[in-house]
Structures are given as structure tokens and as C-alpha cells.
């Protein structure tokens, strides 16, 4: 039960360490062009690094000795992919919802500047713009 705890607690951190990781690739190299691939890379990483460690704490590896063809690293691999997708998916939707409210100004399809986002000013300028707003 220990070795299942510890591993949903590497999952959530590496969730987390790893979605940041991608903004950042995301943001110097492709400028900020969304990269799906990356995405698919992330989760087998994050289920690889969570069987890994629940495959070592559990000791499952005495239990399948007995099968002589089949790696049982495998058998946690895929059980681990079905933890991580869910919650990886609910991490991009927080992630993608968090982006939208903190953006600084809305753009049009031709690249221009629509209009400033107020919460960004109020948030940037908290004393100043509040007291001066006008309407």
C-alpha cells in the first residue's frame, strides 16, 4: 500500500515537473506552437518513472519470477499508463484553463492585438489601475 501512495505521489510531482517542462520546450522552440507529441512523450515518461518505482517498492518482482518468458516490469508499465492518462489529462485541461486566464491580451486570427485583458492591468497595476478606472 506504501510503494501505491508513494507512487501517486511521484505521478502528481512528476505531472507537474514535466507539463512545466514542456511549456518551457514549447515556448523556446516552437514558440509557443502546441506540440502533441510532447504530450505523448510525457505520459509514457511519467508511467515509466511510476511503474519503476512501484515495480522496485513492491517487491513484485519476487511474486513473477515463476513466469519464465514474460517480463513482469510490463505487466506495471501498463497498469501505470492507466493511472497516468486521467490525471495527465485533467493536468493539461488545469494547465490549458490557467494559461487562458492569465494571458495579457487577445489576438485575432491575423495577429492582431484585439484588446488588453483587464484582470492581467488589475493584477499588474493593482493600486493604480483600480483607482483610475473609469466606467
Keep these: 500500500m506504501a510503494a501505491l501512495a508513494l507512487s501517486l505521489l511521484l505521478c502528481v ?11 518551457q520546450v514549447e515556448r523556446l522552440l516552437f514558440r509557443w506552437r502546441s506540440v502533441p507529441l510532447l504530450h505523448a512523450v510525457n ?3 511519467i508511467a ?10 513492491s517487491g513484485i518482482d519476487v511474486y513473477l519470477r515463476d513466469l519464465a518468458d514474460i517480463n513482469g516490469f510490463w505487466y506495471v508499465f501498463a ?7 486521467p ?3 485533467f493536468s493539461c485541461w488545469l494547465v490549458a484553463r490557467r494559461r487562458e ?6 489576438r ?5 492585438v484585439l484588446y488588453i485583458n483587464e484582470r492581467y492591468l488589475a493584477r499588474r497595476h493593482r493600486s493604480d489601475y483600480r483607482r483610475s478606472k473609469t466606467s
Excluded: P
Design 13 to 23: 510531482v512528476s505531472i507537474a515537473a514535466l507539463l512545466w517542462v514542456k511549456g
Design 43 to 45: 505520459v509514457v515518461i
Design 48 to 57: 515509466a518513472i511510476v511503474a519503476d518505482m512501484y515495480y522496485r517498492l
Design 79 to 85: 497498469g501505470a499508463m492507466q493511472l497516468v492518462f
Design 87 to 89: 490525471l495527465y489529462l
Design 101 to 106: 486566464r492569465e494571458k495579457k491580451y487577445t
Design 108 to 112: 485575432s486570427k491575423d495577429k492582431k
